[in-house]
Nanobody, 118 residues
Framework: QVQLMESGGGFVQPGGSLSLSCAAS????????MGWYRQAPGTQRELVAA???????TYADSVKGRFTISRDNAKNTVYLQMNSLKPEDTAVYYC????????????WGQGTQVTVSS
């Protein structure tokens, strides 16, 4: 059974940095695009950043220039480096992966809280 295990997150003051990581494990035949989404209270879940297996990246306009997504295909892990954090970045961050095991499915991590506040 495929699982996504997130780590990182926490509390930081505005202007600070945090990093997130998400490791996929289980019977993975192929790991395609991976990404990070976030959801703040009372809002819909939104894409933050995504990266293909070949390394092509996509970012939400609100995080361009501040966040960097990367991946280590050998470790089945995706990372999100978040710099110059703002209070509006406060949300639960979810890892997402397009994985082919027995069938092709989208998997989600359990979510990790990021709080930016003074």
């Amino acid at each position: 059974q495929v699982q996504l295990m997130e780590s990182g997150g926490g509390f930081v003051q505005p202007g600070g940095s945090l990093s997130l990581s998400c490791a996929a494990s289980g019977n993975i035949f192929s790991l395609n695009a991976m990404g990070w989404y976030r959801q703040a209270p009372g809002t819909q879940r939104e894409l933050v950043a995504a990266i293909t297996s070949g390394g092509t990246t996509t970012y939400a306009d609100s995080v361009k220039g501040r966040f960097t997504i990367s991946r280590d295909n050998a470790k089945n892990t995706v990372y999100l480096q978040m710099n110059s954090l703002k209070p509006e970045d406060t949300a639960v961050y979810y890892c997402n992966a397009d994985i082919y095991d027995a069938t092709r499915q989208i998997y989600w991590g359990q979510g990790t809280q990021v709080t930016v506040s003074s």
